[in-house]
């Protein structure tokens, strides 16, 4: 069974400019979820889908970014336009049923914008 | 607000040795309590959860975490570290109900010398 896939692996990009990370969750994993952790801080919860619904949205940082979930499967998370403080690794993760704490990351996407 | 502290930025042990990750919460009520590690190139992978019953929790690995109420911690333990465990490892913890929101730490790197 394959896991949780992120694309790209890592992205360089200028101030001002747009990017696209792709999350395809573990098939049948209604769950997904996006977190971020800047260099040297925690991981921080950005939100969470049940299928193609924004469940909670409470952790983006603001307007310039913006979350999908077009018919339930994968996920895409786009930052436009990105500025410097949104460098750092954005994670992904998924799990089958809620409540039972099974989520499963992916890999990550070092996100760095010069 | 909830949050999670690991104290050590940066732990170096010698093969074979013992070993203790530290890990305080703060949080309104008793939380689900997790430890996570992350591989070089690989997305977290769960080590232990604790929801409630016997504060020893044994995971993964070889690896244990206490819950100790009245310090607020959830320490990792190992008895015998090998090569293979340097990675950083993530305390977290989420909400006993709702949306598998979690909050980590800001992760504890382990060296393993020989």
């Known amino acids: 069974e394959a896991g949780v896939t992120q694309f790209p692996s890592h992205s360089v990009i200028e101030k001002g400019q747009t990017v696209t990370l792709r999350c395809d969750p573990i098939?049948?994993?209604?769950?997904l979820y996006w977190y971020r952790r800047v260099m040297g801080k925690e991981i921080k919860f950005l939100l969470h889908f049940v299928k193609e619904s924004k469940q909670d949205e409470s952790g983006m940082p603001n307007n310039r970014f913006l979350a999908e979930r077009t018919g339930g499967t994968y996920s895409t998370l786009k930052v436009q336009p990105a500025e410097l403080e949104d460098s750092g690794v954005y994670f992904c993760?998924?799990?089958?049923?809620?409540?039972?704490?099974?989520?499963?990351f992916g890999p990550g996407t070092r996100l760095t914008v010069t | 607000a909830q949050s999670v502290t690991q104290p050590d930025i940066h732990i170096t042990v010698s093969e074979g040795a013992s070993l203790e990750l530290r890990c305080n919460y703060s949080y309104g009520a008793t939380p689900y309590l997790f430890w996570y590690v992350q591989s070089p190139g690989q997305g977290l992978q769960l080590l232990l959860k604790y929801f409630s019953g016997d504060t020893l929790v044994q995971g993964i690995k070889g690896f244990e975490a206490e819950f100790k109420r009245s310090q607020s911690s959830f320490n990792l333990r190992k008895p015998s570290v090998h090569w293979s465990d340097a990675a950083e490892y993530f305390c977290a913890v989420g909400p006993p109900f709702g949306n598998e929101k979690l909050t980590f730490g800001t992760g504890t790197r382990l060296t393993i010398i020989p």
């Open positions: 098939s049948g994993h209604d769950n």
């Open positions: 993760a998924s799990s089958e049923r809620p409540n039972d704490y099974e989520q499963y």
